[in-house]
């Protein structure tokens, strides 16, 4: 099974309008850590967003926030007031154990924004 | 403040050859890991080190090995390079403690194998 999916292969918005990236992972581990990161045309891996597993706050880090359902295990990216800017290849990666353990991230297969002016 | 750096940026080789990467951390990091990334898909976890080991390793064969340095630089070797090992190749570093969100990516290595 897939230990993170990303179902969404691309999407659209328009600027300024909030978008949902979506992001369901499978795991056993009851300690765990979530990223988002996202990837423009240079190839950098740009770090948006974590939410550890016993985190019991959503995470919000500016205009990112990441709706983490624990239950459904899903963690879903939210970008509020998109810009031209934000138009990029965004990764879903999770980092399963304690960090005793290592940090070896799995990563989504992505999904790519396209924000329209 | 300077982040995690990779050299070089691009790299054409053939096949049958050998290639090394290189990473340095962003300060206060002493944990690097490598990843490629093939066209199209995320990036695959490659190996870690820390304190001078290999400490994790992916799915990856034999000819793929590295080294870390003192200074907690690390190198990436490819020996006998195939088609398909093509690919962007990052490199990622974070602290072995403190901060659990720390996972900091280079601007990568494009290696291409014609």
């Known amino acids: 099974a897939q230990k993170i999916t990303q179902t969404q292969p691309g999407m659209f918005v328009q600027e300024k309008e909030a978008v949902t990236l979506d992001c369901t992972y499978d795991?056993?581990?009851?300690?765990?850590?979530l990223f988002w990161y996202k990837q423009p045309s240079s190839g950098e891996m740009i770090f948006l967003i974590y939410q550890g597993s016993y985190d019991q706050q959503n995470a919000t880090e500016g205009r990112y926030s990441l709706n983490f359902q624990k239950a459904r295990k899903s963690a879903n990216l939210v970008i509020s007031a998109s810009q031209l800017g934000d138009s990029a290849m965004y990764f879903c990666a999770m980092r399963e154990g304690r960090r005793s353990s290592g940090d070896k991230l799995t990563f989504g297969t992505g999904t790519r924004l396209a924000v329209r002016p | 403040d300077a982040g995690v750096t990779q050299s070089p940026t691009h790299l054409i080789k053939t096949r049958g050859q050998q290639v090394t990467l290189r990473c340095s951390p962003k300060?206060?990091?002493?944990?690097v890991s490598w990843y490629q990334q093939a066209l199209g898909q995320g990036p695959q976890f490659i190996f870690q080190y820390y304190e001078e080991e290999e400490r994790q390793r992916g799915n990856f064969p034999d000819r793929f090995s590295g080294h870390q340095f003192p200074n907690y630089s690390s190198e990436l070797n490819v020996n006998a390079l195939l088609l398909g090992d093509s690919a962007l190749y990052l490199c990622?570093?974070?602290?072995?403690?403190?901060?659990?969100?720390?996972?900091?990516f280079g601007p990568g290595t494009r290696l291409t194998v014609l």
């Open positions: 990622a570093s974070s602290p072995r403690t403190g901060a659990y969100n720390e996972q900091f």
């Open positions: 795991t056993s581990d009851p300690s765990y850590g």
């Open positions: 300060s206060g990091h002493d944990t």
